[in-house]
């Protein structure tokens, strides 16, 4: 088990060492990516600041603690952009080309593999704009957050981030049976947009899906009440058993679709 351990953290240490040298290639592009990240973390405000302009809580919610929500979304999006979305597109080349046979052949776990196949390293930028937002928000609410309440939510939003690689993991699945999913790839990207509003302001069928189906708010509004010292004990304990579900039924389609997969030698 050690010498497993020991040996995928090689593998990770090669492949993000292989994405820096690639990234640093292009360092103009590292430049403008970081500006950009600035830039669309301070446009995601304005919708926001808009519509608290008019009314200064909303759905329970007051400008500064929907901040918060902004944070973490704007640091989860840098983690799909940056980390998730970057290596798991790589498999549907090779699946369209019918070479993951490729990757199967190696000694590591494929899904392991396929995870961490191509980093963009400029998407650090990311955490960085998170950290204004955070700072902004604090500043408006006139306090700043307890120890316990960074660490609850930071607990919480690994809990989000193991949701959202297994959501992008099922999506890749479909690539096994549907080869062109780039259009399901742009609706689940439409999709977390909406990640970025405190999940109490949908309402009905569309909360329920926020909710269960595509757990939006267990990615931002969960560690944002964390960070507030909100949220109830019975959703965090609730964000944890979601999120190794949506990892357990990842893993289970992931594998039955590479049992079905047919190679190119074949």
Do not use: C
Request: proline share 4%; aromatic share 14%.
């Amino acid at each position: 088990m050690r010498r497993t351990l020991r040996r995928h953290l090689g593998v990770l240490r090669a492949q993000l060492r292989i994405s820096l040298v690639l990234a640093m290639q292009y360092r103009w592009e590292f430049m403008l990516d970081g500006v950009m990240s600035f830039f669309w973390a301070a446009v995601s405000l304005v919708p926001l600041y808009l519509v608290f302009s008019e009314r200064p809580v909303i759905a329970g919610w007051r400008y500064g603690e929907a901040l918060l929500v902004i944070g973490w979304f704007t640091l989860l999006d840098g983690v799909l952009r940056g980390a998730i979305n970057p290596s798991l597109a790589t498999v549907i080349g090779h699946i369209r080309m019918g070479t993951l046979d490729f990757v199967l052949l190696k000694p590591a776990d494929a899904q392991f593999l396929v995870s961490t196949a191509r980093f963009m390293p400029w998407r650090v930028v990311s955490l960085l704009a998170s950290g204004l937002v955070f700072g902004y928000a604090f500043h408006e609410l006139g306090t700043l957050p307890e120890p316990r309440a960074v660490l609850t939510s930071l607990a919480v939003l690994a809990s989000g981030v193991l949701v959202l690689y297994s959501i992008w993991i099922l999506v890749i699945a479909v690539a096994f049976r549907a080869v062109r999913v780039d259009n399901l790839r742009y609706l689940f990207e439409a999709v977390f947009d909406a990640a970025r509003w405190p999940a109490s302001v949908f309402k009905g069928a569309v909360s329920f899906f926020f909710t269960f189906v595509i757990p939006l708010a267990l990615m931002t509004t969960y560690p944002a009440q964390a960070l507030l010292g909100t949220l109830s004990v019975e959703r965090f304990v609730g964000s944890f058993a979601g999120a190794l579900v949506f990892a357990a039924v990842a893993r289970a389609i992931w594998s039955r679709s590479i049992a079905t997969y047919t190679s190119a030698s074949t």
